[in-house]
């Protein structure tokens, strides 16, 4: 099926899951995939409801000020535009590889519109990157051709290959160290009817992603043109999008998350997205613009949330109708202090890179504290035993049934087949975390596989420590990973974050280790304290890998507990 029956087929999915917004027991058991054989989501979906439709498809609000506002028509007649130029001029073709490394800016969306027409691979790359992590994405993924910001450039002179360079944010070409640069510009003047040149295939490969490096070497995970784009009909869901709608998410180009949010969902729903560009977080001018412009849905890390409950967020007189957040758990003492301003509840999702959400709390749905929510529709999610790995475990490693595989999976980690089969072993993608499902089929995330410790032989979460830390109103952020300890085997040592008007230093130590005894079990109790940055990736993830190996070195600076007693 291609054309405008895989385009029914699509939207007929979408319509089901629209009608059932508010009810997950007729969404989970009535769902089913579309599964076309041929679908190209730029030309079958995004093309035909931009026809004639000149409601807003992006909108962008500098930090001056200055606004951008590009209909659903005028981005169809856009990237036909780039996809034309591209073609025509630089002789981009099926399967080739383009390396997109722009900001929050109308020809990151233009540039995946084209991409997708062409049935180019597209490897997303913030511009936080640097040289040396350039160099491994354009080997690694092959890229043939690569669009940057003209600013980025020079980023590109110490990275060798034969790809054609395209400079976005000027009207003449620029030099370098390879050659001159071609002006993205240029491509407006082309022809914005676009021809493709053969049928898109549903397995057809469309992005491939660089994972944010936590614990090792980024994976690159590839997907098609139906994983990410129909998978995030169950994101769409749990976010609770509805035509109309204008979406806020805060997320930086590159990461698989702004695909989630900034592309896929929004659109599968026919809603806006906004966009607030900053320099500097300013949770005051971030929730003005919200109220100017009517922001309906909004997502955000917990980083964020985390910076937001710092201020008034009374301040918002219209807080948005749904709010949710992903790329971490949330802490529950976030999730209440925006019940308490906004009259709203933060629900929580969970997912990879590697998939749509594959567990929410969406709206409608009864909220649990401290829970992730249940399966999205489509998504059939055990938990496998530790021991065995088999499925049906109270508390084990998450993973989805692939007997009948759900859409919003990747193909695998391309160029490395024993990771892929790893992942995929014994009929189920295996995610790496660990949960457990309560008796209404409710999941709590407890951690990452190689994350959770244990203290004194029993098995410690640091996400519950976590949590537990946020609770206190000195703490801003926290991270919990084991210390080598001579009698229990390891205890759980906090690195610490401080809000505003509090000061590292034994009197804060002390107040932290005594709230620790109150609100946690013995053997959960951190036992040390150190007041510090987080690691994190260029994603915003924190570093745990880099803490434990901080941590295993021994540090002068940390409190310990049994100073205090």
Not at 12 to 17: I, N, V
Not at 102 to 131: F, Y
Not at 211 to 221: F, H, Y
Request: include cysteine.
């Amino acid at each position: 099926m291609s054309g405008s029956g895989a385009t029914e087929q699509f939207r007929a999915a979408r319509d089901f899951l629209l009608r059932h917004r508010e009810d997950y027991e007729t969404a989970y058991e009535g769902f089913t995939w579309p599964r076309p054989d041929r679908f190209n989501w730029a030309l079958d979906w995004f093309d035909t409801i931009a026809a004639g439709n000149d409601r807003t498809a992006l909108h962008i609000v500098e930090e001056d000020g200055t606004d951008t506002r590009l209909t659903f028509a005028e981005m169809s007649d856009r990237s036909g535009r780039v996809a034309n130029w591209l073609r025509d001029t630089h002789g981009v073709r099926a399967g080739d590889r383009i390396l997109v490394m722009l900001g929050n800016q109308a020809e990151l969306w233009e540039t995946a519109l084209a991409a997708m027409k062409l049935r180019a691979v597209v490897i997303p790359a913030t511009p936080l990157l640097g040289p040396a992590d350039l160099r491994d994405r354009v080997e690694r993924g092959r890229a043939r051709h690569v669009v940057v910001r003209a600013a980025d450039t020079a980023k590109f002179d110490s990275v060798p290959g034969d790809y054609r360079r395209i400079a976005v944010g000027g009207a003449h070409a620029v030099g370098g160290a390879h050659g001159a640069w071609s002006p993205y510009e240029d491509a407006y003047a082309a022809d914005g009817a676009f021809t493709p040149d053969g049928p898109t295939a549903a397995t057809d490969p469309l992005l491939l992603y660089f994972t944010s490096g936590t614990t090792a070497r980024p994976k690159l995970v590839e997907h098609t043109h139906t994983s990410y784009p129909i998978g995030h009909l169950a994101t769409m869901y749990w976010i609770g999008l509805k035509p109309g709608d204008v979406h806020l998410n805060i997320s930086s180009p590159g990461w698989a998350k702004h695909a989630w949010s900034n592309l896929f969902a929004p659109w599968n729903a026919e809603a806006t997205v906004f966009i607030h560009n900053y320099t500097r977080f300013d949770a005051a001018r971030l929730m003005a613009e919200m109220h100017r412009h009517g922001v309906t849905s909004f997502c955000a890390p917990p980083t964020v949330w985390r910076m937001l409950i710092q201020a008034d967020l009374t301040a918002l007189r219209t807080p948005p109708r749904e709010v949710v957040a992903a790329g971490e758990p949330l802490n529950p003492e976030v999730i209440a202090a925006v019940r308490r301003a906004w009259g709203v509840t933060i629900r929580d999702g969970f997912g990879q890179t590697e998939t749509a959400v594959q567990v929410s709390n969406s709206p409608g749905q009864a909220l649990k504290p401290g829970s992730m929510g249940r399966p999205s529709p489509g998504f059939r999610v055990e938990l496998l035993d530790p021991v065995t790995g088999k499925p049906g475990a109270d508390e084990g490693e998450l993973a989805l049934d692939l007997s009948a595989r759900p859409v919003g999976v990747m193909t695998g980690y391309h160029g490395d087949p024993e990771r892929t089969a790893e992942a995929m072993a014994d009929g189920y993608y295996r995610t790496g975390d660990i949960g457990r499902r309560d008796a209404d089929g409710y999941l709590v995330f407890v951690g990452r596989a190689d994350d959770v410790f244990k203290a004194s032989d029993y098995k410690v979460s640091p996400f519950e420590l976590e949590s537990a830390l946020l609770e206190h109103e000195a703490v801003a952020e926290a991270a919990v990973v084991p210390a080598p300890d001579p009698v229990r085997l390891a205890v759980p040592k906090a690195y610490v974050v401080l809000a505003d008007g509090w000061e590292p230093g034994p009197d804060t130590a002390k107040a932290l280790f005594a709230h620790s005894r109150a609100v946690l079990a013995p053997y959960q109790r951190v036992r040390r304290i150190e007041f510090a940055d987080l690691p994190k990736t260029v994603s915003g993830k924190i570093r745990r890998i880099e803490l434990r190996e901080r941590t295993a070195a021994g540090s002068a600076d940390e409190y310990r507990e049994e100073d205090f007693r």
